[in-house]
């Protein structure tokens, strides 16, 4: 696709090197940004820049924060007996919105993938247990993706804490709330039934 202007045609570029934007969306986005006053377009740039600058892990739990530790760990009404593993923070943003978990969490950027290069080493596994190491903590819910990497992460976690004699439980995975069996696929439907629990 031809542009008038190369700078056009290097923020399009840019643009479709975010996740899930492909080269339409990435020239929507960047039509649009065109559009904006200045004043809109310096804060959003502006926004950015501090992201990049001010944003970092927490050294505790591995969660995007300004400051150390991140308000989660700080936060002295959610309990230190339970920690919930996730894959991405985006993750832990998911189970925040559901305002049901009051414990800690521990974020291990990432799964275990052999084929892509990715093992113990890459996530922040050693971090998780030095804190379970740390003692007080009851139960470790895995709460890692549905899919192979995911249930890979969550039989190795559950092999290495499982000695620590801490419980380890795993997230439900079943029928979604509002939909109909007969419209469930194979492996859905045997996880709701393995996942079944008294009523």
């Known amino acids: 696709m031809q542009f008038g202007s190369e700078l056009v045609a290097i923020l399009i ?22 559009k904006l006053p200045r004043e809109d377009a310096e804060r959003l740039a502006q926004a950015i820049l501090q992201v990049k600058e001010h944003v970092g892990l927490c050294t505790v739990c591995g969660h995007l924060t300004e400051s150390q530790p991140c308000g989660i760990c700080r936060d002295a009404a959610r309990t230190d007996a339970t920690i919930c593993v996730v894959e991405h923070s985006s993750d832990l943003l998911a189970i925040e919105r559901t305002a049901e978990y009051r414990g800690k969490y521990h974020v291990l950027r990432g799964s275990l993938s052999p ?8 996530l922040r596994v050693t971090e998780l247990i030095d804190r379970l190491r740390g003692g007080g903590v009851e139960e470790v819910i895995v709460a890692t993706n549905p899919n192979a990497a995911g249930e890979a992460t969550a039989l190795y976690l559950a092999r290495l804490i499982s000695p620590l004699g801490i419980r380890v439980t795993r997230i439900a995975r079943g029928i979604p709330v509002g939909s109909d069996l007969e419209y469930s ?15």
């Open 185 to 199: 696929d194979q492996s859905t439907l045997a996880s709701a039934l393995l996942g079944r629990r008294d009523i």
């Open 115 to 122: 084929l892509d290069g990715i093992g113990p080493e890459e």
């Open 13 to 34: 570029e840019e643009l479709s090197h975010l996740p899930s934007i492909g080269q339409k969306t990435a020239t929507r986005l960047a039509l649009h940004i065109l």
